[in-house]
Structure formats: structure tokens, C-alpha cells
T-cell receptor, first 112, second 115 residues
């Protein structure tokens, strides 16, 4: 089955700097890659997703890139702000007929 | 709020007791998922339903766990003879196959503590 690896497990960046979180997946049939943000004590919430027919997607300060050949994808957050502090999860799925498998998460700390 | 709702939000039980969690998905979402999350880990897939049919169950899931979705709406997750290792947050999520891709929306979770 699908296996999603996520790095780093913890990341600290200065406010205003960029943060990058990287993930790899094992199942070449996976074609949907969402990213979720989870604040302490709250539910995971979708922040951005990408499908295999595109290589990059942006939404304001957040961007995701996908390299299907290498089976890895990344989340980029620019101009980080204190409210970006949270745990971020990458995930992969073979599409709408399949479950979503999550990585172990990256705890992002934004330093003042 | 018409999001995914879960009940109870918190449950403390003694080892060996049975517990049941309920999930009400977003209205008209035909897919429903159960995940388990422990501290410092990502959501771990347990099982999922399309309408009332249970399509897949994780091989990691003990026989003590059973889930149902009898009418294709709400779902229950029962854990029999609870063990301390079952302590975790149990997350329910739902999605619609009428929307492209597989965006799932999580509930707030049900925290289980086995003492």
C-alpha cells in the first residue's frame, strides 16, 4: 500500500522567512496530494491540494510543487507569520475512489 | 454549522470496557472515513464507507474494532475490550464523489483515554 514520508519532523523559521516541507510517496498510482494544517487541539483542515496533471499550484503565500517522476512533493510557505505555527500533514491518494494516506507531520514554529 | 460532527468529544473508560463513537458526516456526503491519531503522529487510516458499504478496513485494525454505517448517513465506531494502547483521538471525515478529487473534511475528533 501507499507510504508517505515527511521531512522534517520539526521546523523553526524566523517570522518573515520561508518554510519548506518535503514529502515522498511510494505508490506511483497516487494522483491526488493534499496538505492539511492542524492547530493544537483542533481538526486537520485542508490548506491546498494538487493533482498529478499539474506541477505547481499557488494560493497567496502557499505553494505546492509535485515531481511525479521522483515521487515527491513539497509545501512552500513564504513570508511566514505567527499564525502559520501549527502541524502540517502531507497526504497522498489514488483519487476519489481511494482512501487518503497521511505523513507523520511537521511541527512548524514561527519565531518572533 | 453543517460540518462533520462527532460524539462524544471526550471519553474516559476503564480497560476492558466497550466504547462507541458516533459520526454524522456533512449532509449528502456519500463517503465516510475513520482515522486514528496519537500525539505527534499523522492521522492513521482505519476504514471507510461509500454509502452503507464498508469498502476497506486497515490490516492494522484489530478484530476488537468494528464500524457500521447502516443507512448510509451516520456511522458508529465500536471498540470492544479496550486496551491502554487504544488511547488516541478518533477522527471521522467525509467527502463526496460528485466533487472531483477526494477532498475530505474532518470532524473535531473523539478523544479516548483508557485507564
Amino acid at each position: 500500500g501507499e507510504n508517505v514520508e515527511q521531512h522534517p519532523s520539526t521546523l523553526s523559521v524566523q517570522e518573515g522567512d520561508s518554510a519548506v516541507i518535503k514529502c515522498t510517496y511510494s505508490d506511483s498510482a497516487s494522483n491526488y496530494f493534499p496538505w492539511y494544517k492542524q492547530e493544537l487541539g483542533k481538526r486537520p483542515q485542508l490548506i491546498i491540494d494538487i493533482r498529478s496533471n499539474v506541477g505547481e499550484k499557488k494560493d497567496q503565500r502557499i505553494a505546492v510543487t509535485l515531481n511525479k517522476t521522483a515521487k515527491h512533493f513539497s509545501l512552500h510557505i513564504t513570508e511566514t507569520q505567527p499564525e502559520d505555527s501549527a502541524v502540517y500533514f502531507c497526504a497522498a491518494s489514488r483519487g476519489r475512489d481511494d482512501k487518503i494516506i497521511f505523513g507523520k507531520g511537521t511541527r512548524l514554529h514561527i519565531l518572533p | 454549522d453543517t460540518g462533520v460532527s462527532q460524539d462524544p468529544r471526550h471519553k474516559i473508560t476503564k480497560r476492558g470496557q466497550n466504547v462507541t463513537f458516533r459520526c454524522d458526516p456533512i449532509s449528502e456526503h456519500n463517503r465516510l472515513y475513520w482515522y486514528r491519531q496519537t500525539l505527534g503522529q499523522g492521522p492513521e487510516f482505519l476504514t471507510y464507507f461509500q454509502n452503507e458499504a464498508q469498502l476497506e478496513k486497515s490490516r492494522l485494525l484489530s478484530d476488537r474494532f468494528s464500524a457500521e454505517r447502516p443507512k448510509g448517513s451516520f456511522s458508529t465506531l465500536e471498540i470492544q475490550r479496550t486496551e491502554q494502547g487504544d488511547s488516541a483521538m478518533y477522527l471521522c471525515a467525509s467527502s463526496s464523489d460528485r466533487v472531483s478529487g477526494n477532498t475530505i473534511y474532518f470532524g473535531e475528533g473523539s478523544w479516548l483515554t483508557v485507564v
